[in-house]
């Protein structure tokens, strides 16, 4: 079945987990077969993001109640900036593909306020676009741990082993909660990269895209 002229692909998963990677892989593939690609990723280079951003680094204290709301007003901004806003981009004619969206503050935040209050709280990005597919890579939190490390060496917020097993717990709650209007690919993300995107690629042509 011939594919969809344009995606929205999202990419979901604990730190670590190889999201930014896997992103590229499937960018490049999508170009060689004649696509044009937008890659982005939350929280966004917008000043609302650049607070968020302040809290991981915990330049800024804030509550967990305010993070989520701030992730709700940034992904709002991301959809429907008339710039460079998703929904834009989109009707441009563009394949998206976003390193996280709304199932990150269903795990993240989840762990620490009601999940089902940031599920409500984020209807209205959920309302305005489903993703066509979400990848989850799923590795162990320790996994996790160990390459955020080596790759950076300082810890942001959220970033410790209890944390990120519950994250982990949260993220597949909400896969439970959301499977009837979400269409979730799970794939083991401790393999080697090229294996993944293979694997990422394979379920891309499944879907019955017309």
Not at 39 to 62: H, M
Not at 121 to 133: G, H, I
Not at 139 to 167: F, H, Q, W
């Amino acid at each position: 079945m011939e594919m969809k002229k344009n995606l929205f692909i999202v990419f979901e998963g604990i730190d670590g987990c190889g999201k930014s990677t896997q992103v590229k892989y499937l960018s490049d593939h999508l170009k060689r077969i004649g696509h044009r690609v937008y890659s982005t990723c939350e929280p966004t280079d917008s000043r609302i993001g650049s607070i968020i951003r302040d809290v991981f680094r915990q330049q800024i204290e804030a509550d967990h109640r305010t993070i989520a709301g701030l992730f709700v007003a940034d992904r709002l901004e991301h959809l429907l900036n008339k710039t460079n806003g998703i929904l834009k981009v989109l009707e441009e004619g563009q394949t998206v593909i976003c390193d996280r969206y709304y199932f990150s503050s269903y795990a993240y935040q989840g762990v620490h306020i009601s999940q089902q209050w940031v599920i409500d709280a984020n209807s209205l990005s959920a309302n305005l676009l489903r993703p066509d597919l979400i990848v989850f890579i799923d590795i162990d939190p320790e996994v996790s741990l160990k390459r955020i490390s080596s790759a950076r060496g300082n810890l942001e917020l959220y970033e410790t082993l209890s944390n990120l097993v519950k994250v982990r717990e949260k993220y597949f709650e909400a896969f439970e909660s959301q499977r009837q209007c979400e269409n979730i690919f799970i794939t083991d993300g401790n393999r080697q990269p090229e294996i993944i995107a293979q694997e990422i690629w394979d379920e891309i042509e499944k879907n019955e895209w017309h």
